[in-house]
């Protein structure tokens, strides 16, 4: 057991929820269970109430980036355009409504300044991860970029030399989202992230997500993944997506 103030294990994600501490003797304890599965945690309100938390990864794909140029930034550290700024911006309100535990972030520049700001209004560092990073697709630059990526969708197990294949980012998409699952058992952790990385992780989770989805993806978009346990799939939520949480 591991002790985290205000919250309080009702049930594992196995079990029926009891009617929401009707019986609160029984919970002596403000703990959280983590094991193999996450848990479903209640936390205490401000007003006196227990409200049930799933685990929640949300990711966030980058606002309106630089066109990238012959010349540079590189991946790492190419920016946010001017509009994509003010769209970091816009998105606080609804971010830091969603209350985060954490916020983290891809390595790369456009995906940490997209969250960024809300981390700043909810006193939050952005912490990275190298296993959030974007595609390692290792395609010489090229201003017609569009064949490749429509041929790598084609041929997932395809990867240049030095680079990675989509099925290989897919697996890699899939274990970072559920280790930060598992880290933030039944809470809400905010992810800045990329167009590709998203929708290969949503592949891996069962979401029919193809090349015309991860092309048409908007900048930024927003996906909730809600987990009632570690190794089962999320419910997922977003743009592009039919209406109603996929599962």
């Known amino acids: 057991m591991q002790t985290t103030v205000h919250a309080r294990v009702v049930a594992r994600p196995s079990g029926d929820l009891p009617a929401l501490v009707a019986d609160e003797a029984r919970f002596s304890e403000r703990v959280t269970w983590v094991g193999e599965q996450s848990a479903i945690v209640v936390f205490l309100s401000d007003d006196g109430t227990w409200t049930c938390m799933q685990t929640q990864v949300v990711l966030v794909r980058h606002a309106t980036s630089m066109v990238p140029t012959a010349d540079g930034p590189d991946e790492f550290q190419r920016p946010?355009?001017?509009?994509?700024?003010?769209?970091?911006?816009?998105?606080?309100?609804?971010?830091?409504?969603?209350?985060?535990?954490?916020?983290?972030?891809?390595?790369?520049?456009?995906?940490?300044?997209?969250?960024?700001?809300?981390?700043?209004?909810l006193n939050l560092a952005v912490q990275t991860r190298w296993e959030l990073r974007e595609w390692d697709h290792g395609f010489a630059f090229t201003p017609e970029w569009i064949p490749n990526y429509e041929n790598s969708w084609a041929d997932p197990a395809s990867a240049r030399p030095g680079g990675e294949s989509l099925n290989q980012l897919t697996r890699r998409a899939v274990d970072a989202?559920?280790?930060?699952?598992?880290?933030?058992?039944?809470?809400?952790?905010?992810?800045?992230?990329?167009?590709?990385?998203?929708?290969?992780?949503?592949?891996?989770?069962?979401?029919?997500?193809?090349?015309p989805f991860s092309r048409d993806m908007p900048m930024p978009a927003v996906y909730h993944l809600r987990f009632a346990g570690q190794r089962g799939q999320p419910e997922?939520?977003?743009?592009?997506?039919?209406t109603g949480a996929i599962r």
């Open 236 to 242: 997922v939520t977003g743009p592009g997506l039919p």
């Open 80 to 121: 946010l355009a001017p509009h994509g700024r003010l769209q970091a911006l816009e998105l606080v309100e609804a971010l830091t409504a969603l209350r985060p535990a954490a916020v983290w972030s891809s390595p790369y520049l456009r995906a940490v300044r997209t969250v960024e700001p809300t981390a700043q209004a």
């Open 177 to 211: 989202v559920r280790a930060l699952a598992a880290q933030y058992a039944g809470r809400l952790v905010l992810v800045g992230s990329h167009g590709t990385f998203v929708s290969r992780a949503l592949c891996g989770f069962g979401v029919p997500a193809d090349w």
